[in-house]
């Protein structure tokens, strides 16, 4: 189905869907930028009581396990970072709902990083891996969803046409698979879930696939 956008908003709905667009947009990037400073916390330190290392080299041999899994969370939070600038910079305005799921997908960030604190103390215990997938794919989940809320209802810009909504849509997708795919490895221990992410890279190749078959076609799938 073509999409169609609902009719114009009224000049106060604009100008308060502006305002709240501006404010999500500095709130969101000040809590991306808080949790890549926490993901850095996290990092062993020389100073620990608990450590007696005496180089650095000593101090991530023993740690590499943790080292990765910072470097992953680290890459996956700069990635919706990327992408949520990616779709406030193609909205014109905002709106409740638009904005409070922009909370609620840092919400499950936050939460995400706080099972992955949980991991690192507990040696990879499965359940928290298990709460890593779940946080983590439904933040992608969520943002994919928002994304689509905000074509539906006309908080988009002009200045993209149906094409380029649909290409941001789909690159939304491949790290909310990725995290529901390594849910399962998490009962398979730390470096088996790890690994798991690499499935970042086929999903992103499948779904680039599948809009290029629509793009063929003519035919363009979206929510009511």
Request: include cysteine; charged fraction near 15%; aromatic fraction near 12%.
């Amino acid at each position: 189905m073509i999409l169609k956008k609902k009719t114009p908003p009224t000049k106060a709905e604009v100008e308060r869907g502006v305002g709240l667009l501006n404010s999500i947009r500095v709130v969101i990037n000040v809590l991306y930028a808080l949790m890549i400073f926490q993901i850095f916390l996290m990092l062993p330190r020389p100073d620990d009581p608990e450590l007696a290392y005496h180089t650095l080299s000593q101090i991530y041999s023993e740690n590499v396990m943790q080292i990765v899994m910072i470097i992953v969370g680290l890459i996956l939070i700069l990635m919706y970072w990327i992408q949520f600038n990616t779709q406030l910079g193609n909205l014109v305005r905002s709106s409740p709902l638009h904005a409070t799921l922009a909370v609620v997908q840092m919400i499950c960030l936050m939460i995400y990083l706080y099972f992955v604190r949980f991991d690192m103390e507990y040696d990879g215990m499965k359940l928290a891996l298990q709460m890593e997938s779940i946080f983590l794919a439904a933040a992608g989940f969520i943002a994919a969803f928002n994304w689509r809320y905000a074509r539906n209802n006309g908080l988009t810009s002009d200045q993209i046409d149906d094409n380029e909504e649909l290409n941001i849509f789909y690159k939304i997708l491949p790290e909310p698979m990725a995290s529901l795919f390594t849910l399962p490895f998490a009962a398979l221990g730390p470096n088996y879930w790890t690994l798991a992410f690499l499935s970042i890279i086929p999903f992103g190749f499948i779904l680039k696939l599948v809009r290029k078959k629509y793009e063929n076609n003519g035919v363009e799938k979206t929510d009511d």
